[in-house]
Nanobody, 116 residues
Framework: VQLEESGGGLVQPGGSLRLSCAAS????????MSWYRQVPGKERELVASINSFGSIRDYADSVKGRFTISRDNAKNTVYLQMSSLKPEDTAKYYCNARMSQILDYWGQGTQVTVSS
């Protein structure tokens, strides 16, 4: 099983980034996919989730209206489009695939830094 995040980097406040998470080694289309983020010294925070069909999306209040989660089951990839980025969005972003308590996988993360 592998989840490989990409697309992180340094961006100015108000800018945009698109994160990607390429999955392999499991039946991607059956899994709930989520993005989490974590700042050193704080707990990992759920940012956005999307169900297996891509029909139900959920967002943290702090990112509603600015971030959009999407998935392409044909490409085994989930995306996080981030717009109007703020310094408080600075964190390491992790991709998660979950079907059950046991079938729960994490990527290594990609750093997003929002700074002028």
């Amino acid at each position: 099983v592998q989840l490989e995040e990409s697309g992180g980097g340094l961006v100015q406040p108000g800018g945009s980034l698109r994160l990607s998470c390429a999955a392999s080694g499991f039946t991607f289309s059956l899994y709930l996919m989520s993005w989490y983020r974590q700042v050193p010294g704080k707990e990992r925070e759920l940012v956005a989730s999307i169900n297996s069909f891509g029909s139900i999306r959920d967002y943290a209040d702090s990112v509603k209206g600015r971030f959009t989660i999407s998935r392409d089951n044909a490409k085994n990839t989930v995306y996080l489009q981030m717009s109007s980025l703020k310094p408080e969005d600075t964190a390491k972003y992790y991709c998660n695939a979950r079907m059950s308590q046991i079938l729960d996988y994490w990527g290594q993360g990609t750093q997003v830094t929002v700074s002028s």
